[in-house]
């Protein structure tokens, strides 16, 4: 699955990569031929059901070929609500490059900017750009949230009239028009006003928003058909007819053979499928985070950043009194928190919701959710502990599950090694074990000369 | 605008200078017009200094490739519009029929 990305959060690199692909597509005569299919099939694809599939293969094809170039290449989506000034970063020179001059709107700057050579237009003429002058603002995202709140997908008889209220008009922009979508292209204005509006190469990162849009509104309303009609709109607009003009090129593409945005292979950033998916996990073995007998691990298994042990309890902290930012495996005895011989959080009672998630508090040593108070030096923590009867037992009891715990590992790893079969960093491993083994006896033993007194 | 046209309705001419353009109206009959559908646009044409756009008019509005996320309510204000979005600049008639291949 490939991740759109807003293009504002693009960095200069990925940019460049963009720019790149589009002008080898370009000068390979591939781009020309999009432009072509735009004009050339405007009932197919304006004013009726078929707006939003009818681009949506246009633009996956275009993704492809963009990725034939460079692989690394996804279509960037253009969030007009938010970035909606002249002054946007999408129109530096670094990217789209920026507004026409006033005689005539030629845009003087960028890569697709005519006088650099490299970006005649289809059927002659400059990149040409008039912000604001035909609609005053982009549209806002209250205009945006109306459109994504109406239902149905479409209405009776289907077609771009100025009362007709289902969410594919009304997103397109008919509705007391021009909005939305139209609204972009009018607001952007020179080349992306006719039919050959694809000149412009911002029109694929318009476009892309508004096939984010499409599968927003999907997400939105579960209950709605994705589509509409089955029947009874024009040729080429029902659910299952082949679209033009791919029909006539013998490729049966129908609206409903696009409705999902992810079997086609791809998703938006906003998605939980392209969220950060990294995971603190314990499986006893690889690249310890804080390793103490158990073995915690940063992986990567999607789709939710999570710390979590293997004994089933989501933690942030351990509850053995030595809370760590560092582990202390490997000679190293960095810790964000004092090794005091007090437990500090949490001991003996039932993992608390505050408590079972990663928190920068907790990180920093400091209490975090009703755990209580934190003192620094032992004395302090010496006087928590007397207003906290049993705690000590309780840690002394859970300092002894833990140094059986280890010891058994230490013992199955020492047979290991007695039969010659450890590897590295399993011999390294079992090091860190022993060493865990006798810093734990030493807290015990400091826990119970405490409580001797 | 100055208006310089006769006003007739079946198959009108109008013609007039907006920002130093001379604007030319060919409308559709009156006929196509009142047999005009969605699906079957009565057609009618501008000549902008020399430069001819295609517009379809229905009941919902007047349309041109030219300028075709807009619905105008007249001819003129299409060829308004067009005058202003050009500037000094006549930009090359569209490039149609030509088919994509994949």
């Not at chain 1, 000068?27 to 694809?45: C, E, F, I, K, R």
């Not at chain 1, 237009?121 to 002058?133: H, Q, S, V, Y």
């Amino acid at each position: 699955m490939r991740c759109r990305k807003n293009q504002a959060t693009l960095t200069a690199q990925e940019k460049a990569r963009f720019v790149a692909a589009v002008l080898a597509l370009k000068a390979n005569g591939t781009y020309d031929q999009y432009v072509a299919l735009h004009v050339n099939n405007m009932p197919s694809a304006h004013r009726a059901p078929a707006f939003f599939p009818w681009h949506r293969e246009m633009l996956r094809r275009f993704e492809l070929d963009l990725q034939a170039i460079d692989s690394s290449v996804t279509l960037p989506y253009w969030n007009w609500t938010v970035d909606n000034t002249p002054t946007s970063s999408i129109w530096n020179s670094d990217f789209m490059g920026g507004n026409g001059r006033p005689s005539d709107g030629k845009v003087m700057d960028g890569a697709f900017a005519f006088d650099n050579g490299n970006w005649p237009l289809f059927g002659g003429g400059f990149l040409a750009r008039r912000f604001g002058l035909s609609a005053a603002t982009l549209p806002s995202a209250m205009d945006l949230s109306n459109a994504l709140g109406t239902t149905p997908y479409d209405v009776s008889p289907y077609n771009d009239g100025s009362s007709l209220a289902g969410f594919r008009n009304t997103l397109e922009g008919w509705r007391n028009g021009p909005q939305l979508h139209n609204r972009v292209h009018v607001w952007i204005g020179g080349s992306m006003s006719p039919s050959s509006s694809p000149n412009d190469p911002v029109f694929f990162l318009h476009h892309c928003f508004i096939d984010k849009c499409w599968a927003d509104w999907q997400a939105m309303h579960p209950a709605e058909s994705p589509y509409l009609p089955v029947t009874g709109a024009p040729a080429g607009h029902n659910l299952n007819d082949a679209m033009q003009p791919w029909a006539g090129q013998g490729q049966t593409i129908t609206p409903a053979s696009l409705v999902s945005h992810h079997a086609l292979g791809y998703a938006y950033d906003t998605e939980g499928v392209c969220q950060p998916t990294l995971k603190l996990i314990d499986d006893g073995g690889l690249k310890p985070i804080v390793d103490t007998h158990i073995t915690l691990k940063l992986v990567d298994d999607r789709p939710t950043l999570k710390i979590i042990d293997d004994g089933g309890t989501i933690k942030a902290v351990d509850d053995l009194g030595t809370i760590k930012t560092v582990d202390d495996l490997g000679g190293g005895t960095l810790k964000g928190f004092d090794d005091v011989k007090l437990p500090t959080f949490d001991i003996g009672m039932p993992a608390k919701p505050a408590a079972d998630t990663i928190d920068p508090m907790a990180a920093s040593g400091r209490p975090v959710g009703n755990a209580p108070f934190v003192l620094a030096t032992p004395h302090h923590s010496m006087a928590w502990a007397e207003t906290f009867p049993g705690a000590i037992e309780r840690a002394l009891a859970q300092l002894d599950q833990q140094l059986a715990s280890l010891e058994a590992m230490a013992a199955e790893l020492e047979r290991r090694s007695k039969h010659g079969d450890m590897t590295d960093a399993e011999r390294s491993h079992l090091d860190a074990v022993r060493r865990e083994v006798v810093g734990i006896r030493d807290e015990r033993e400091a826990l119970a000369r405490y409580l001797r007194k | 605008m100055k208006n310089m046209g006769t006003g007739a309705s079946h198959g009108a001419k109008t013609h007039y200078v907006f920002h130093g353009r001379t604007v030319e109206v060919m409308r559709p009959s009156a006929g196509d017009l009142a047999n005009a559908r969605d699906d079957k646009p009565a057609m009618g044409m501008l000549r902008i200094d020399g430069r001819d756009v295609m517009y379809e008019q229905t009941d919902e509005g007047v349309y041109s490739h030219e300028l075709m996320y807009q619905r105008f309510s007249t001819p003129e204000a299409l060829a308004e519009e067009l005058v202003r979005q050009w500037g000094t600049h006549l930009p090359p008639p569209l490039p149609m029929h030509h088919e994509h291949n994949d």
